[in-house]
């Protein structure tokens, strides 16, 4: 089974930019994974950001976007708030319909 | 809107078993898979399988094969996870999510004695 692998914890500034990358044990990450960004608060459930590489949901704000970057699936945060501090994960999606999860990224806005 | 409203907390002895439903509304059900996750207390997001909603195909993820079962009732767009012989290390929030990754509230199952 493929490793998705995500940064363990990640700071940021009040303001700044970070960006939160996703790999793949099996090689570059592609558009075809289809990569997911979701956002996990403590004691919530998660919330998708992202979907499909770059596309946001409604309720994405604006400062989150996601892409393809040196052969991971990145998401870039632009302008850190201080209610962005959470756990980030990142889903890719594999032949045979599977699907695995990053281990998630602990970002601390600071 | 989708909305994928669970079941409320379960708390169970070890050898049990519980049922976990997912009730979805604000979208044809049976056009999404389903998707079940699972995520012990202070860990990751761990993906179980999911279940095609169209035909009852379900596909589990390695890890969850035996004790796991994913089912339907279409009629009232509902999807359902069953543990049985429940163990400690089963203690866990469960969640539902469907259509694009729209996620339940989360169902926690607690295995004590």
């Known amino acids: 089974q493929a490793v998705v692998t995500q940064e363990p914890s990640l700071t940021v500034s009040p303001g700044g930019t970070v960006t939160l990358t996703c790999g793949s044990s099996t090689g570059a990450v592609t558009s075809g994974h289809y990569p997911y960004w979701f956002q996990q608060k403590p004691g919530q459930a998660p919330r998708t950001l992202i979907y499909?590489?770059?596309n946001k949901h409604s309720w994405t704000p604006a400062r989150f976007s996601g892409s393809l970057l040196g052969g991971k699936a990145a998401l870039t945060l632009s302008g850190a708030q201080p209610e962005d501090e959470a756990e980030y994960y990142c889903?890719?999606?594999?032949?045979?319909?599977?699907?695995?999860f990053g281990g998630g990224t602990k970002l601390t806005v600071l | 809107q989708v909305q994928l409203v669970q079941s409320g907390s379960e708390l169970k002895k070890p050898g049990a078993s519980v049922k976990v439903s997912c009730k979805a509304s604000g979208y044809t059900f049976t056009s999404y898979a389903m998707n079940w996750v699972r995520q012990a207390p202070g860990q990751g997001l761990e993906w179980m399988g999911w279940i095609n909603t169209n035909t009852g195909n379900p596909t589990y993820a390695q890890g969850f094969t035996g004790r796991f079962v994913f089912s339907l009732d279409t009629s009232v767009s509902t999807a359902y996870l069953q543990i049985s012989s429940l163990k400690a290390e089963d203690t866990a929030v469960y969640y539902c999510?469907?259509?694009?990754?729209?996620w339940g509230q989360g169902t926690l199952v607690t295995v004590s004695s």
């Open positions: 499909d590489t770059s």
């Open positions: 999510a469907s259509p694009t990754w729209d």
């Open positions: 889903l890719l999606s594999y032949s045979g319909a599977l699907v695995v």
